[in-house]
């Protein structure tokens, strides 16, 4: 049974920071592109960062270049999402999804950026 399980959202302050982990079973983890999804309230679902397999390539949403670095532990079948300098606009349910031909999507965190 494939699942993939998000985990680190919460409230956090502007400018501050909080690592979301995604730890995915049920494949072949290290086969897989692993991405960071967001959809914010009223808004559609947006990527935000991905990271191929093998070379674990990452790119990001211009909205987040330079503040957030995708990673991904292939040993321990995870993959993170390091934000740095959250803003307002980052508050949205943060969703990883796993990506080879057929695509497998997690339930989500809710990440809340507010003073």
């Known amino acids: 049974q494939v699942q993939l399980v998000e985990s680190g959202g919460g409230l956090v302050q502007p400018g501050g920071s909080l690592t979301l982990s995604c730890a995915a079973s049920g494949f072949t983890f290290s086969r897989y592109a692993m991405r960071w999804h967001r959809q914010a309230p009223g808004k559609q679902r947006e990527l935000v960062a991905s990271?191929?397999?093998?070379?674990?390539?990452?790119n990001y949403a211009d909205s987040v270049k330079g503040r957030f670095t995708i990673s991904r532990d292939d040993a321990n079948n995870t993959v993170y999402l390091q934000m740095n300098s959250l803003k307002p606009e980052d508050t949205a349910i943060y969703y990883c999804?796993?990506?080879?031909?057929?695509?497998?999507w997690g339930k989500g965190t809710l990440v809340t950026v507010s003073s």
């Open positions: 999804n796993a990506a080879r031909g057929v695509i497998y």
């Open positions: 990271i191929t397999s093998t070379r674990g390539s990452a």
